[in-house]
């Protein structure tokens, strides 16, 4: 398979987006790489302060003087579902892009990541048309309506490891609630999101409602966050990052969610289908060479069925087909950057400096030239409490961990600073029943690998992160609550000075 572009839509020179026209920032020029090759593919523009001032203003004045805030709801509906058809319409070009950028196999992106960021924006749209005030009308001789209004403008960071499906979820939600947004993709990963926020101006998206900045975080990132036009921040990224966000927005005293790193316990027990145990634990792992911060990344064993579920493991990931992401058998691609895999790489040395075993991988792949390929890698860690089993690697490295019955299980998968999702297999009731209320993370699947369901709340507990993102949740944050009492009936009132 070649990517499906063609020359022109690939660009050269990647510059910001305001008002629906490309700005040139004057900034630093920063190279764009495509990780399965290595080789430079586009210059990013950096946006300084002055840029992101030009951004902001333009977000600003689309939320007080254009139309986006104060369309109806059906109109606001008729928009977003525009939006995810001309998505769906252009999602060859959009996955050839985001495979320039991220070096995710096209197969995946063509059947499931674009198909999810359609998705968000009909998501919303159906969201809006069943969202409700509320009426108490409990104090005699009154009515109290509560309403919801959108916040204003909000600096929306997505990230690097699936910059569109995870960006899009942000641009879709604040619209949908009727604010606009400033939209910062990683400096590594600017291309596809670029391009998404160009066809939703060409389906009607009014000038200013969305706005694109690139750069650094330290550059760009940090000069929207602090900005004070700003009003609430939703940023998906690692945890540090995250903590210098959440102050930056404490001394604006405005609203941040936060969806941060991960060290997920993929927990299987001797009662589970081993089998599909099996096939859930590489995919957890695997999925987007192992690049989510949902990762199940810790894999916890029970002791009976250790040894032989590690072999079958080791033995699977070895044979997984790594490659050009163009080819439709290629199941794991490349890591996103050079410096992220020899990241990756150094684990593998540190495990066996901490007395654990290499089962699988540990290796770059020589035999596919200077693409940034990592073997899929496994190793059995002595305890939790090493650095392979606490830190968040972030890349196709499974930390395998052997425990004896429920008590252990809980006390391992809880022992991390991190605590956003949990895997559990099990095929008996009572297990499933005794573990998945003490497992300390946002989300549990229960015999299953990651599905997301847009209506549920998604965000971690402890360091991966505040806030929630999904229906109900995003409508709380990208809203404010207003409430109006009103007296149903003329009557006397206390006469302050009357004679």
């Not at 210059?43 to 300084?48: C, F, K, P, R, V």
């Not at 903590?243 to 299987?268: D, Q």
């Not at 096939?279 to 990762?295: E, F, K, W």
């Not at 209506?455 to 944050?477: I, L, M, N, Q």
């Amino acid at each position: 398979m070649k990517l499906p572009l063609a020359d022109s839509d690939i660009r050269q020179t990647v510059t910001a987006l305001i008002d629906g026209a490309p700005v040139r920032g004057g900034g630093a020029e920063i190279p764009v790489f495509y990780p399965a090759t290595g080789g430079r593919v586009a210059t990013l523009i950096e946006d300084g302060a002055a840029d992101i001032d030009r951004a902001v203003a333009a977000a600003r004045r689309a939320f007080d003087h254009g139309p986006w805030p104060h369309l109806g709801v059906e109109e606001r509906q008729d928009r977003l579902c525009r939006f995810s058809e001309v998505i769906e319409d252009n999602i060859p070009l959009l996955a050839g892009l985001e495979c320039f950028d991220t070096g995710k196999p096209m197969r995946d992106l063509l059947t499931r990541y674009l198909k999810r960021t359609a998705h968000c924006f009909r998501f919303f749209a159906d969201y809006i048309g069943q969202s409700s005030g509320v009426v108490y009308d409990q104090v005699k001789g009154y009515r109290t309506v509560v309403a919801r209004e959108p916040i204003g403008v909000a600096a929306l960071l997505a990230p690097w490891n699936s910059p569109i499906s995870l960006g899009s979820m942000k641009v879709a939600a604040a619209l949908a609630f009727g604010n606009t947004c400033v939209l910062k993709p990683s400096e590594q990963t600017p291309m596809a999101l670029v391009r998404l926020v160009e066809l939703l101006h060409e389906a009607g998206l009014p000038e200013g409602a969305v706005n694109v900045v690139n750069g650094r975080g330290p550059v760009t990132g940090a000069a929207l966050v602090a900005h004070p036009d700003v009003d609430l921040i939703s940023f998906t990224g690692g945890t540090e990052t995250g903590r210098a966000i959440m102050a930056a927005a404490a001394r604006n005293l405005i609203p941040c969610m936060t969806e941060l790193g991960g060290k997920s316990a993929n927990i299987v027990f001797a009662s589970a289908d081993l089998d599909q145990a099996l096939d859930g634990a590489l995919l957890g792992i695997y999925t987007n060479a192992g690049q989510q911060c949902l990762a199940g990344s810790r894999i916890l064993v029970e002791r009976p069925v250790f040894d032989a579920f590690v072999a079958r493991f080791a033995e699977r990931a070895e044979r997984i087909r790594i490659g050009d992401p163009t080819d439709d058998a290629t199941e794991m691609g490349p890591v996103a950057s050079e410096a992220h895999m020899k990241h990756v790489l150094s684990y593998a040395g540190l495990a066996r400096e901490e007395g654990g075993r290499l089962v699988a991988g540990g290796v770059r792949d020589e035999s596919l030239g200077n693409g940034y390929f990592v073997r899929p890698t496994a190793v059995v860690a002595p305890s939790n409490d090493t650095r392979v089993a606490q830190e968040e690697i972030f890349g196709p490295f499974a930390t395998f961990l052997p425990f004896d019955g429920v008590e252990e299980a809980v006390a391992i998968a809880n022992g991390t600073d991190f605590g956003l999702m949990s895997y559990v297999w099990s095929d008996h009731l009572p297990t499933v029943n005794a573990v998945v209320p003490r497992l300390r993370s946002g989300g549990i699947m229960v015999n299953a690998t990651m599905m997301r369901d847009l209506r549920a709340p998604f965000g971690g507990f402890k360091e991966s992160g505040v806030g929630r993102e999904g229906g109900e949740a995003c409508e709380r944050f990208y809203t404010h609550e207003k409430f109006v009492s009103t007296r149903l009936a003329p009557g006397p009132l206390r006469q302050l000075g009357a004679a």
